[in-house]
């Protein structure tokens, strides 16, 4: 959580696999000095391939967080893509993974256009109604966001954490 006006970490919630507790600690550490998302989006955290990836999570999601304070990222959680969809909304599922990701598992109504085939594909997307893009982690999805935008699309969210965040029942295998 970051404030708009001073651009401060307010506040952290963190669930998931892997070390939770070191992005905590920094968060933690970082409100604690009131640092802005600017300044943590460019720390230099420890990296060894065993225990730590080169991309650390906390400085992907404060970069995150920047661009949606920014306005150049407009997000929907889980929960609340999934009360829209019971709730009957007419939304489009991008899902810009590759086919064989796309073959394996998604979320049940997702319609596959590879990110690579995107450019070539947006007759097949509709400019009537909010497209909601996705991939794995939701990467590739803001790239296809600014693709869409780019070509005169207005109504893109991405879906935060893409499918590995989606805790709710998954497609197994092609629909």
């Given at each position: 959580?970051?404030?708009?006006?001073?651009?401060?970490?307010?506040?952290?919630?963190?669930?998931?696999?892997?070390?939770?507790?070191?992005?905590?600690?920094?968060?933690?550490?970082?409100?604690?000095?009131?640092?802005?998302?600017?300044?943590?989006?460019?720390?230099?955290?420890?990296?060894?391939?065993?225990?730590?990836?080169?991309?650390?999570?906390?400085?992907?999601?404060?970069?995150?967080?920047?661009?949606?304070?920014?306005?150049?990222?407009?997000?929907?959680?889980?929960?609340?893509?999934?009360?829209?969809?019971?709730?009957?909304?007419?939304?489009f599922l991008?899902?810009?993974?590759?086919?064989?990701?796309?073959?394996?598992?998604?979320?049940?109504?997702?319609?596959?256009?590879?990110?690579?085939?995107?450019?070539?594909?947006?007759?097949?997307?509709?400019?009537?109604?909010?497209?909601?893009?996705y991939c794995?982690?939701?990467?590739?999805?803001?790239?296809?966001?600014?693709?869409?935008?780019?070509?005169?699309?207005?109504?893109?969210?991405?879906?935060?954490?893409g499918v590995?965040?989606?805790?709710?029942?998954?497609?197994?295998?092609?629909?």
């Amino acid at each position: 959580m970051g404030d708009r006006v001073s651009g401060r970490l307010l506040g952290i919630r963190a669930v998931g696999l892997g070390d939770v507790a070191k992005r905590v600690e920094v968060a933690v550490t970082a409100m604690n000095f009131e640092a802005k998302l600017d300044e943590l989006s460019n720390l230099d955290l420890g990296y060894a391939p065993p225990y730590a990836s080169v991309m650390d999570a906390f400085i992907t999601t404060v970069n995150c967080l920047r661009n949606k304070i920014d306005g150049l990222y407009r997000g929907i959680g889980p929960a609340e893509l999934k009360a829209r969809l019971d709730g009957g909304e007419d939304l489009f599922l991008l899902d810009v993974r590759s086919p064989a990701e796309f073959e394996a598992t998604g979320i049940p109504g997702g319609v596959p256009v590879p990110l690579g085939a995107l450019r070539g594909r947006m007759d097949e997307l509709p400019r009537d109604k909010e497209i909601v893009a996705y991939c794995k982690t939701s990467l590739r999805a803001y790239e296809a966001s600014t693709i869409l935008e780019g070509a005169g699309f207005s109504n893109i969210t991405v879906l935060d954490g893409g499918v590995d965040a989606w805790p709710y029942e998954k497609r197994q295998g092609p629909e």
